[in-house]
């Protein structure tokens, strides 16, 4: 007999590139979801995947499997949606999904100070740069910095957020002026791998109304933020950071930003939302505590604290 956990279950497997790969949305061990997978094959009494040397392939009773579990746990959450808009309590599970660095500064303290307000609701965060997964339909709310493809999701921004150019006080010394985007052509340039753009390439705009496009020579590369302004703190080149990650660094002195009079493209932090069932009354209260929270954006005071804002009760 299959239950709903056995349709999502699979419905993970089968999204999954590896084995390994649903055992780490899942959180559990790879051995965990192998034992789980062969015991669903044994109930229903038929294979359901092949491994190939790409990786998994669903067989046809597979592919039904999926078809017909999606339909059927759509249908079993479009019903506790429903069920859930008719009383005014904020109860079920809040799927979250967001970025890396940004959702352990301004996402986390939000979803623990949302556990502890809605107690009923239980919460499950997950950190990810892969755009891929975070859009998957199976997050409530997906939090991203800057513009994403997302046709089957409901996108409403959450604040403002630009981005910056930027170096240390060490470099700037040591290397000629910086005054055109073009100039950086003669200057180590640090890139940051976090998805599919073609992150060599870049925009600047000018308050005059002119524009100037850069292809630069990454002397370096990461696909971690993080490690990308320590690089630039360290002397090590110049970067293009979004605002809510450099303010710190350029308040402090770590880093200066240069080309002031250019913009760089924004990148907006934006909530994006499942269009299956409209929006959750857990969904909708967890959207009004991260709205407050980044209202007035925290990147944008003048006096900030380099910790994240935890509930007063998370730190005793």
Not at 117 to 138: F, G, I, K, M, R
Not at 281 to 290: D, G, P, V
């Amino acid at each position: 007999m299959l239950t709903s956990d056995d349709l999502v279950f699979f419905g993970v497997v089968s999204s999954s590139s590896s084995l390994a790969e649903a055992a780490r949305t899942l959180n559990v061990t790879p051995p965990a979801v192998t034992q789980r997978l062969k015991a669903l094959e044994q109930r229903v009494g038929v294979r359901l995947m092949e491994r190939t040397g790409r990786g998994l392939a669903l067989t046809d009773e597979g592919e039904l499997l999926v078809a017909e579990g999606a339909a059927i746990i759509e249908a079993i959450e479009g019903l506790a949606e429903s069920l859930d808009r008719r009383t005014s309590r904020v109860r079920g599970r809040l799927r979250i999904a967001a970025p890396y660095g940004f959702g352990r500064e301004h996402v986390a303290p939000v979803a623990a100070n949302f556990a502890r307000q809605h107690p009923e609701a239980t919460v499950a965060l997950e950190l990810s740069d892969h755009p891929n997964v975070l859009t998957a339909d199976s997050w409530d709310v997906v939090i991203h910095i800057g513009t994403l493809n997302a046709a089957e999701r409901l996108v409403t921004t959450l604040a403002p957020n630009g981005r910056v150019v930027c170096a240390s006080p060490a470099y700037l010394a040591e290397h000629p002026p910086i005054e055109q985007p073009e100039d950086l052509l003669e200057h180590r340039c640090l890139a940051l791998r976090e998805n599919d753009e073609d992150v060599t390439l870049w925009r600047f705009s000018h308050s005059a109304g002119s524009a100037r496009t850069v292809r630069i020579k990454p002397a370096m590369s990461t696909n971690d933020g993080t490690i990308l302004r320590t690089w630039a703190i360290a002397g090590l080149g110049v970067i293009v950071r979004s605002e809510w990650d450099a303010t710190q660094d350029l308040a402090a002195g770590r880093l200066v930003r240069i080309l002031s009079d250019w913009l760089c493209p924004a990148a907006d932090v934006v909530a994006l939302l499942s269009t299956r069932h409209g929006r959750s009354r857990r969904s909708t209260a967890f959207l009004a505590m991260m709205r407050e929270a980044l209202n007035p954006p925290p990147w944008r005071l003048r006096d900030q604290s380099s910790s994240p804002r935890w509930p007063d009760n998370m730190l005793d």
